[in-house]
């Protein structure tokens, strides 16, 4: 429900306030006043695009608040999943800078505008010139017909297994894809697999097989110079091992004239001790060491295989072709169980789809359960709103599914007797439409939790009881929801509990739009007004006390 609205420097309106009342509460005014421009900043609310040139003042940025009251519409999760906190009086707010660029709040927490636009629809129904659009939309009708239903379980059960459809149907369509690109392939990936599979890479032996051939290459030349080594340490006459020893008695004899040389004499120990180690490892890497040209070949012969498949793939490393490897066998495995796993996936769209059907049939049988007593509902409130003749039925036919079902309909009018209904889209005028979307929106707020409704000048086209019975039946709708209408007819302007007059200010440079709540005297002339034009008679004002007291 909304508890007040504020709207600065929009369009024609400076500062525009008001606090409307829980119930019913009516909005009048002069053509042109800017009745329908409060509606343009509300709409701001809800979610609707802004245009700088709606700006009064270019200078100033124009600020749209709405204080609302929300503790009844179960609207917690919402807050939770958009991370909003909630609040029982909720505030929201649209803001358009000079710029041009559009900031939209809720309780002071800025917010993308989608998560207003899906806010708003919980909050307020706006009856405009756009809904007789919509009303001849078989999606919108479809809606109609589900909340008259009150088909939520079939219909989220539908949704549901609508889901699930088409999750197992994606599945299959992708692998069938796949598939199809897989089989092409699968011969080329074979052979490249097995040219992969029959080296048996190892990891890391890439780095083994480069040292090997290294040395392979120069066995001769290696062992050549470590028999020159070991030539040059071991050498019985003049081999530096010998050399050594000598000299290290000589310096293990000058550590008994003094301590200074003791550790002259534990570092040549150390190296003598490390010039052997090097001697004894080098006769064992010489046994080691072996000429043999056959091995040399075949690590070569390796190698050629690893750089030629390396170079094939883009890769640098037997790792890389490893990667691949398994890559490859992944894609053979495939093709090899494709057939498993194409007829695994169409059961399960198969399975899915009976699902889908079944849901869809119960959602069908409860809707068209609703169009009999639909129709004569909407039909009897358009008798009581002057149409005596009018006739409402319903088309119907099965379609391929959908999100919305399995179902496409028609709403069927006709206003003349003995005139077959058709669509409403062929048949309705503009008065028709309204009274039409009246009754439906008459019949909707038992069935939709619509705190708020808007009627912009629903009552054109009509007059008299028609017009009467149409505000009684909006007295009925505003014991459960606040209305706000903006009309032109006395008869409908004086049965709200609350009266807002519209007018334009000329007193400065630019003419501005301003509201005033309207109370006892105020009320009379603005009625007397209405019935009589500006200079209202004593007769018009005893028909506004009349209305004013009915």
Same mark, same amino acid.
């Given at each position: ?309 390396? &170079?094939?793939?883009?890769? +640098? ?7 691949? #490897? !398994? /890559? %490859? @066998?992944? $894609?053979?495995? &495939?093709?090899?169980?494709? +057939? ?7 059961? #399960? !769209? /198969? %399975? @899915?789809? $009976? ?196």
């Amino acid at each position: 429900m909304l508890k007040s609205l504020t709207i600065a420097n929009y369009a024609l309106i400076q500062n525009l306030e008001m606090e409307p009342s829980p119930y019913l509460n009516m909005i009048t005014g002069e053509t042109g006043a800017g009745k329908s421009i409060m509606l343009g900043a509300v709409g701001l609310l809800l979610g609707n695009r802004a245009d700088i040139k709606t700006l009064l003042d270019t200078d100033k940025k124009c600020v749209v608040e709405g204080n609302f009251s929300i503790q009844d519409y179960g609207l917690e999760d919402f807050f939770k999943n958009e991370d909003l906190d909630f609040e029982k009086e909720s505030i929201i707010r649209r803001e358009i800078s000079p710029s041009g660029k559009s900031r939209a709040f809720i309780n002071d927490t800025p917010v993308r505008l989608e998560t207003l636009k899906d806010l708003g629809k919980y909050l307020m129904d706006i009856h405009s010139q756009h809904d007789n659009l919509l009303l001849g939309d078989g999606e919108y009708q479809l809606g109609l017909v589900d909340a008259f239903s009150s088909n939520k379980t079939e219909h989220d059960a539908y949704l549901l297994s609508y889901l699930k459809f088409q999750a197992a149907k994606k599945s299959l369509d992708k692998l069938s894809l796949e598939a199809l690109e897989l089989k092409k392939e699968a011969d080329f990936n074979k052979f490249q697999l097995e040219e992969l599979s029959v080296l048996r890479l190892v990891e890391g032996e890439q780095l083994d097989l480069e040292n090997e051939q290294e040395i392979l290459e120069n066995a001769e030349d290696i062992k050549s110079k470590i028999q020159e080594i070991l030539s040059q340490l071991n050498d019985e006459e003049f081999g530096g091992l010998k050399t050594l020893a000598s000299a290290n008695q000589s310096i293990q004899q000058l550590t008994r004239f003094a301590h200074k040389f003791e550790p002259y004499g534990e570092r040549f120990k150390s190296v003598l001790i490390e010039l052997k180690d090097i001697a004894e490892s080098m006769e064992e890497e010489d046994g080691l060491i072996e000429v043999d040209f056959e091995k040399l070949e075949i690590v070569r012969e390796r190698l050629s295989k690893i750089y030629h498949l390396q &170079q094939k793939h883009g890769v +640098d490393s037997v790792e890389g072709l490893m990667e691949l #490897e !398994k /890559e %490859l @066998a992944d $894609k053979v495995f &495939q093709v090899e169980n494709l +057939d498993d796993a194409l007829e695994k996936l169409q059961k #399960e !769209k /198969e %399975l @899915a789809e $009976k699902e889908l059907m079944e849901k869809g049939d119960a959602l069908s049988k409860k809707r068209m359960s609703a169009f009999l007593p639909f129709s004569n509902q909407l039909a009897s409130l358009l008798h009581q709103l002057g149409m005596e003749n009018a006739q409402i039925d319903f088309s119907h036919e099965k379609t391929s599914p959908t999100k919305n079902g399995l179902d496409k309909i028609d709403i069927l009018f006709s206003a003349n007797k003995g005139v077959k209904p058709q669509a409403l889209k062929q048949v309705a005028s503009g008065g028709e439409f309204s009274r039409l979307i009246f009754a439906i929106k008459y019949i909707m707020a038992d069935k939709m939790a619509l705190p708020t409704l808007i009627f912009d000048e629903i009552d054109t086209g009509v007059s008299g009881e028609v017009a009467l019975q149409m505000v009684r039946m909006m007295q009925d709708i505003a014991k459960k929801h606040q209305v706000i209408c903006i009309s032109h007819l006395p008869q409908v302007a004086a049965k709200g509990n609350q009266h807002y007059f519209v007018y334009k200010d000329n007193s400065s440079e630019k003419t501005i739009s301003k509201i005033k709540l309207l109370q006892g005297e105020e009320r009379i002339l603005e009625i007397a007004k209405m019935i009589a034009g500006e200079n209202p008679s004593n007769t018009a004002f005893e028909n506004a006390r009349e209305l004013l007291e009915r």
